[in-house]
T-cell receptor, first 111, second 108 residues
């Protein structure tokens, strides 16, 4: 039982490049979410999903896309990276009580 | 708009010195208030869920309480291994809002 896994752990992008952050969970949770964490600002919700085929925007969705084709996977796509997207990204899945289990994070730098 | 404010930003305690962390919130429809612990370089780890005013939860040296406007995380006789950032979050219709956290340091 691996919980929530994220890849890659570190990534450096140039402005304008695109990439996908991968997230997978093996707990059969319907709810999955993506956050970014910046110093002094806590975790901010980017997008979330309440089940396969269903996604919705969180607090800071601009510049990011998501899809949910299976219960297990919830990738986050950066369409055209900007320096403002330099951050640590966390994926989480939650049980029916909304208790979230987080992955180890991806540290992204955009130059 | 839903808001979560945590205080203090940072707290330094001596081992054994009890204290409390505060989480004040405004939310239109509270589905739950959550406490997490985050160690440096790691993802947050779930601690407690509180659903209604007056509810209390305990785990080892930690006790969480909830009123209609705020939650407290009480730490009794802390140890150095309790050093971490403690995060508070509220859930309203699938939307999660986190506070900025309280960074706790416990000195031996």
């Amino acid at each position: 039982n691996a919980g929530v896994t994220q890849t890659p752990k570190f990534q450096v992008l140039k402005t304008g490049q695109s990439m996908t952050l991968q997230c997978a969970q093996d707990m059969n949770h319907e709810y999955m979410s993506w956050y970014r964490q910046d110093p002094g600002m806590g975790l901010r919700l980017i997008h979330y999903s309440v089940g396969a085929g269903i996604t919705d925007q969180g607090e800071v969705p601009n510049g990011y896309n998501v899809s949910r084709s299976t219960t297990e996977d919830f990738p986050l796509r950066l369409l055209s990276a900007a320096p403002s997207q330099t951050s640590v990204y966390f994926c989480a899945s939650a049980n029916r009580a909304y208790e979230q289990y987080f992955g180890p994070g991806t540290r992204l730098t955009v130059t | 708009e839903d808001q979560v404010t945590q205080s203090p930003e940072a707290l330094r305690l001596q081992e054994g010195e009890s204290s409390s962390l505060n989480c004040s919130y405004t939310v239109s429809g509270l589905r739950g208030l959550f406490w997490y612990r985050q160690d440096p370089g790691k993802g947050p780890e779930f601690l407690f869920t509180l659903y209604s005013a007056g509810e209390e939860k305990e785990k080892e040296r930690l006790k969480a309480t909830l009123t209609k406007k705020e939650s407290f995380l009480h730490i009794t006789a802390p140890k150095p291994e309790d050093s971490a950032t403690y995060l508070c979050a509220v859930c309203n219709n699938n939307d999660m809002r986190f506070g900025a956290g309280t960074r706790l340091t416990v000195k031996p």
